[in-house]
């Protein structure tokens, strides 16, 4: 009788595990791997942008004997069929469409900064919160170069805003901007489609 009530409570127990971690799984669909066209399940499916930008906080573009970092070229497999250095170029927008399409979140699918402007839902100044996306120009606002990053906060005595990103400092890292140089910031909407595109990108315009 005793051996039949400890089997039933291990037995619930068990139970009571496998529904609380399917209930916790960190990812809810899957990503098509255009390299060998099967499905995968990222593990960071689901978490928030911000929260997984933060654990490669510090990563650097320049790897060992000065090489480019195999991890920053590893982000770009799947959606640059060309990219092999990360010293060569600005990845900043790399960067930001890696986290963002392995999170389950739309993406730009361009590696020109300015390709986020037309991504997500537009945000006022006033309405901003950390980890929207705030896209800058650079060189000149006319221009087609800029820089992408996520929003941290203002800091409005000086007129700058800090931005968590990538290519700052050659690294991943928080870094300020001056606030005018803002072209716009917008609020990325969870995707309804699985990333299976390539990157596309006219190198003069970076």
């Known amino acids: 009788m005793l051996n039949n009530k400890i089997k039933y409570l291990l037995s619930s127990i068990i139970v009571f595990l496998l529904i609380v971690g399917l209930a916790y799984t960190p990812y809810t669909d899957y990503i098509l791997d255009r390299s060998s066209n099967t499905y995968y399940a990222t593990p960071v499916y689901g978490y928030k942008p911000l929260d997984y930008s933060l654990t490669f906080y510090g990563l650097k573009e320049m790897g060992g004997d000065n090489n480019g970092n195999s991890i920053i070229v590893n982000m770009a497999n799947g959606l640059v ?121 006219d190198l003069k315009n970076i």
């Open 81 to 201: 069929d060309w990219y092999t250095d990360s010293r060569e170029i600005p990845w900043c927008s790399l960067y930001m469409n890696y986290i963002y399409s392995s999170c389950g979140y739309e993406y730009s699918g361009s590696l020109l900064a300015r390709s986020w402007l037309t991504v997500g839902d537009t945000i006022s100044y006033k309405d901003v919160m950390p980890g929207d996306v705030v896209i800058l120009w650079r060189g000149s606002k006319t221009s087609t170069k800029g820089h992408v990053g996520q929003f941290i906060r203002f800091n409005e005595k000086v007129k700058t805003v800090g931005l968590l990103g990538g290519n700052q400092g050659n690294k991943v890292g928080i870094n300020f901007y001056p606030s005018h140089r803002i072209l716009g910031i917008r609020r990325i909407k969870k995707s309804v489609s699985i990333r299976n595109e390539l990157f596309t990108l």
